[in-house]
């Protein structure tokens, strides 16, 4: 009966595990300009941040909007490394 729980639980756990992916928006018209930092080094569970996208000579009229994403691959390496590790993708979009 365990067992068959448990079959039932890691697929299920599995398919809950999606991307996450947040979005900031300034208001700004956007450029298509766009400043990508791929994997992002966070620590402890994201505790620790990664440090900041460095867009001020790429964006000389500053930033129209920033994204932040933990694909699939992300959340792998961070469930590997039982949460000492959190990278992610960050990416923001130049103003016109």
């Given at each position: 009966?365990?067992?068959?729980?448990?079959?039932?639980?890691?697929?299920?756990?599995?398919?809950?595990?999606?991307?996450?992916?947040?979005?900031?928006?300034?208001?700004?018209?956007?450029?298509?300009?766009?400043?990508?930092q791929?994997?992002?080094?966070?620590?402890?569970?994201?505790?620790?941040?990664?440090?900041?996208?460095?867009?001020?000579?790429?964006?000389?009229?500053?930033?129209?909007?920033?994204?932040?994403?933990?694909?699939?691959?992300?959340?792998?390496?961070?469930?590997?490394?039982l949460?000492?590790?959190?990278?992610?993708?960050?990416?923001?979009?130049?103003a016109?």
């Amino acid at each position: 009966m365990r067992t068959t729980r448990m079959a039932m639980l890691v697929p299920l756990l599995f398919l809950a595990a999606g991307c996450f992916h947040a979005t900031i928006e300034t208001g700004a018209a956007p450029s298509t300009k766009v400043v990508e930092q791929r994997w992002a080094s966070g620590w402890i569970f994201g505790l620790v941040p990664p440090k900041p996208v460095q867009a001020q000579k790429e964006c000389p009229n500053g930033i129209s909007k920033v994204e932040t994403q933990l694909s699939f691959l992300n959340q792998l390496v961070h469930v590997v490394t039982l949460g000492i590790y959190t990278p992610m993708d960050i990416r923001a979009t130049c103003a016109q």
